[in-house]
């Protein structure tokens, strides 16, 4: 059975002596003050849950009705449970609720005919910070006693006379616990400005060459040296620690930018949406040669907020390629789609020379005709996917215009043959104008 939360002022439910449910009353958003015999709960509220399952009773349905409640569970809030026939003024009245065993307790009390069960929430662990009450606590010791004019001996006596309005005391514990405070309060903020004064004397006398990317002690948060890799910098792409990236999709085409600008093998052997891990297998087809230590470590940096360049070797000790695999067609297609948009006349010839000069490589024939045909259809548009699109023409104008025809006829082999469409506007226009 699903409980039921059960608004202030709604009648209780009659259970009719069924042990299987049961109510549960829960007290939120207050505290506990004073000791184990003079205990209460103040600045509380109420919230009922009825019809409770009790083969249903855990620590994570309970932990459910707090999250209802508007707290969040899962160890921080503590939860006591109020034992059937106490009162929280009774020794032992409270069982701290942390295990299925305390969640088993509370079953097997329903099951005993308690169908009233009551939780009470800790926010901020007041019970047993306030343990001590003001008065049984500091209760002054036996008193001297107070004599009358009689038993004073000496006419010149002076009593002297203490003002405890003013003077701190040992009852005044709220008193002298803020003074106390205060007083270390005082000596931390002294201590703060000379370790402030030190810091700054100690960033003054160091050498103006040597820039040392410390923390302002005056700043509220501390800056990191990250270099942001931009838009421009991918025309030619240079790498180094430290270094950030907006996105690991941004850090994947700059690495393929740098292996067709140096003609570079580079290989990602760890490649995923935190982190990738790059080589150069420059020297892979080379007998008894050492492997190029070239190498790019990057993952995400919670500090940047980015991913960020962790190791870089930036040396290289292979020789360059005539062919490398980040020179596909879709490069080309990025690199080229505005020369064909210029000229769509342009030849696999002249597009060979063109690539040729501009980057060292010796693309294949078919390479270059994958290229152009799809630098082609993103500058022209797929045919077919033009034309399905007026079928969604067909639909808007019947929805914006109505009355408005539109007829599309199809050859044999579902091929657009011919359309014919008139705007409900016109159509009437022409009529006005024509009588």
Request: proline share 4%; charged share 30%.
């Amino acid at each position: 059975m699903v409980p039921v939360h059960r608004h202030e002022g709604e009648p209780p439910p009659d259970f009719g002596g069924n042990n299987n449910i049961f109510t549960i009353m829960m007290y939120h958003g207050g505290f506990f003050v004073g000791d184990e015999k003079n205990r209460g709960y103040v600045d509380e509220k109420a919230a009922w849950f009825d019809y409770y399952d009790v083969n249903a009773q855990s620590i994570a349905a309970i932990n459910d009705i707090v999250e209802q409640v508007g707290y969040e569970a899962g160890g921080r809030v503590r939860l006591y449970w109020c034992l059937p026939g106490k009162i929280l003024g009774d020794p032992g009245a409270l069982r701290f609720i942390w295990q299925e065993h305390d969640a088993a307790a509370i079953a097997s009390s329903v099951k005993a005919g308690n169908n009233f069960v009551v939780i009470y929430i800790d926010h901020d662990e007041t019970l047993g910070a306030f343990d001590l009450d003001d008065v049984a606590a500091y209760a002054p010791g036996d008193l001297p006693p107070v004599g009358g004019a009689s038993d004073v001996e000496d006419e010149d006596y002076q009593p002297e006379l203490v003002d405890s309005d003013f003077d701190i005391s040992r009852d005044d514990d709220d008193l002298l616990e803020d003074q106390l405070m205060a007083d270390v309060k005082k000596k931390c903020r002294d201590v703060d400005i000379g370790l402030k004064e030190k810091g700054k004397q100690l960033v003054e006398d160091l050498d103006e060459d040597v820039q040392l990317q410390e923390p302002d002690l005056d700043d509220e948060a501390v800056k990191y040296n990250f270099l942001a890799f931009g838009e421009e910098d991918m025309a030619n792409p240079t790498f180094r620690t430290r270094q950030t990236f907006a996105s690991i999709k941004i850090l994947r085409q700059a690495i393929k930018e740098y292996s067709c600008k140096e003609r570079r093998k580079i290989s990602m052997p760890k490649n995923d949406k935190t982190r990738i891990t790059t080589i150069c297998l420059g020297n892979a087809d080379v007998k008894d040669r050492a492997p190029c230590p070239w190498c790019l470590k990057a993952s995400y940096d919670c500090r940047a907020k980015a991913i960020a360049v962790k190791s870089y070797q930036a040396e290289h000790t292979c020789s360059r390629k005539w062919k490398v695999n980040a020179f596909t067609s879709t490069f080309l297609v990025d690199k080229y789609i505005e020369s064909f948009r210029a000229d769509d006349k342009m030849s696999l010839k002249n597009f060979y020379r063109t690539v040729q000069k501009e980057w060292n490589m010796t693309p294949s024939r078919a390479q270059l005709g994958r290229a152009k045909r799809a630098a082609m259809k993103k500058i022209h548009g797929d045919e077919v996917e033009q034309y399905n699109l007026l079928w969604d023409y067909a639909a808007e104008l019947r929805r914006s215009n109505p009355s408005s025809s539109f007829f599309l006829n199809v050859d044999g082999c579902g091929r657009f043959s011919s359309c014919y469409f008139s705007f409900d506007a016109s159509k009437r226009g022409f009529l006005a104008r024509c009588r």
